[in-house]
């Protein structure tokens, strides 16, 4: 089994297991963790396309790619979290 299969496969249990928990759980916190879940799936699944073969470089724009989406995840994670808070916020006011 070479790396890139295990990071592709790993990539693809990561996505479905977030998908899976995503459907399944109705709190924001819990859907929040999710997507999270399975935008690492799909920086897992980016890295293993990346792979080119032993003894030649990566594709370095797959690399740029997950570097950019991290960078939004968090981003967004942060966004996500606040907008929850003001929503509970506004549910124990109204």
């Known amino acids: 089994m070479t790396a890139q299969f295990l990071y592709g496969g790993a990539g693809l249990i990561l996505f479905v297991l ?14 929040l963790i999710a997507l999270n879940i399975m935008g690492g799936g799909v920086f897992h699944v980016l890295i293993a396309v990346a792979y080119r073969g032993d ?7 797959p690399h740029a790619l997950v570097l950019t ?6 981003s967004a994670t942060a966004l ?3 907008l929850g808070a003001r929503m509970q916020a506004g ?4």
């Open 18 to 31: 977030g998908l899976w928990s995503f459907l399944v759980h109705a709190p924001l916190l819990r859907k």
């Open 69 to 74: 989406g991290i960078v939004v995840a968090v």
């Open 80 to 82: 996500g979290l606040v």
């Open 55 to 61: 003894g030649v470089p990566p594709d370095p724009v």
């Open 91 to 94: 549910e124990r006011e109204g």
